[in-house]
Each structure stands twice: as structure tokens, then as C-alpha cells.
């Protein structure tokens, strides 16, 4: 081949490559994830190198289960979003989030094709599940207490290095997570503890980081 014709093959490849990164840039799809803490998921979430872009929308709203799926829901409302996420807790020690009221949650993000990433008792089970296979229901006041050894330094809540410091165990805590529901025969979310959907939403993040 000539050396005309070898520039002319590769600058087609090298449009063709360029056009098929644009091409997947262009189809990234636009995303709400509204929590139901004010920091803690938020601040994970926005951790990952995907949430940086303008696709991605990420909101603390502070407020109990079916009040974080209608606020979603007002959100999608006002403006298109090819994927919403809810994520919020089973957390008994709260008034207002009964057993009822966290079915209600689920059927209503359901109706509306919104998806959960919900956790029995709390958000903390993600974290627990990159160290290690919980199967076994953990007092909320435990898990400052596991995490912080675990951790080897002190756990805080409302971190916002908690993504950084739990990436390398990621691809162990969700195996950990999909054992842990598939354990569940018949699957009650609201009485499965410990239980956690967080996966799902790292996992379809995560194929979108680049």
C-alpha cells in the first residue's frame, strides 16, 4: 500500500474512532437521584467520576421515603429525565417510616418507572458489604462502631470521601449485595434486613464513568 493510501485508511479510522466516541458521548442518558438524606448518599453519589457531568442530577432532599419518590416525581415533572433513582431507608426507628409507608414508596416508584435503591436498615450495609458478607441484621448504633474498624480510622457520617476509600472493594460489595437479596425467599423488602439495592444504581453509574 502507499503511503497516500495508508494516511487515507487511517484517517478514516481515526473518524471513524472520533465518531463513535461522540457517538456514545451523545447517548449518555441524563439522570435524577434524589436521596433521602441531605448528605451521606449525596455526597457518595457525587463522588463518582460520572456525577461530575451535566447529565447527572443529584439531590439531598431530607425527608422520609414516599415524600423522597414525590419529590422525584415533582422534579420529573418539570423537566425529562431518561433515568430517575430514588434512594432512601428502612429505618424503623423513624416515626414516619413504617413498614406501610415504605411499601407505599415502593408501589408508587414503581408506577412511575422510577427506580430504588433502597437499604435495610440504613445506607451504611453498602459500606459494611465491601469489607465483608453480612447476612446478619446490624443495630443502626453498630455501624459507626464496624465501620470506623473496618475503616481504620473514624467513620463520619456525612463523609464525602467514602466513594475514594471503598472504590477498590466495589466489584466484593456488590457480589456481596446480589448474594445477600438472592438469600431472601420470599423477598420482603421492608422486612429483609439486612438488605441493600444500591448496587444496581453503582452498576448502571458505573457504565457510564469514563
Known amino acids: 500500500m502507499s503511503r497516500n493510501k495508508e494516511r487515507q485508511s487511517q484517517s478514516r479510522s481515526d473518524k471513524g474512532f472520533t465518531e463513535r466516541i461522540l457517538g456514545t458521548r451523545d447517548t449518555i442518558p441524563t439522570f435524577l437521584i434524589v436521596c433521602e ?10 463522588s463518582f467520576p460520572v456525577s461530575t457531568r451535566p447529565e447527572v442530577t443529584i439531590i439531598g432532599a431530607s425527608c422520609e421515603t414516599v415524600a423522597v419518590v414525590n419529590k422525584a416525581i415533582e422534579l420529573m415533572t418539570a ?4 433515568r430517575v433513582w430514588c434512594v432512601f431507608d428502612r429505618d424503623p426507628s423513624k416515626v414516619n417510616n413504617t413498614a406501610h409507608r415504605f411499601r407505599e414508596a415502593l408501589k408508587i416508584a414503581a408506577k412511575e418507572n422510577i427506580n430504588v435503591a433502597y437499604s435495610n436498615e440504613c445506607f451504611e450495609i453498602w459500606y ?5 458478607y453480612f447476612n446478619t441484621g446490624v443495630p443502626r448504633s453498630d455501624y459507626k ?3 470506623t ?3 481504620g480510622c473514624d467513620y463520619e457520617k456525612n463523609s464525602d470521601d467514602m466513594y475514594v476509600k471503598l472504590e477498590d472493594k466495589q466489584t466484593q460489595a456488590i457480589k ?5 437479596l438472592a438469600s431472601y425467599d420470599p423477598h420482603e423488602p421492608e422486612n429483609d434486613n439486612p438488605a441493600t439495592t444500591v448496587h444496581l444504581l453503582v452498576e448502571e453509574l458505573n457504565r ?3
Open 37 to 46: 438524606g441531605e448528605k451521606t448518599e449525596p455526597n457518595y453519589f457525587k
Open 79 to 82: 423537566k425529562k429525565f431518561d
Open 128 to 132: 459494611l458489604l465491601h469489607f465483608h
Open 145 to 147: 462502631k464496624k465501620l
Open 149 to 151: 474498624k473496618l475503616l
Open 176 to 180: 456481596h449485595a446480589k448474594n445477600l
Open 208 to 210: 457510564y464513568i469514563r
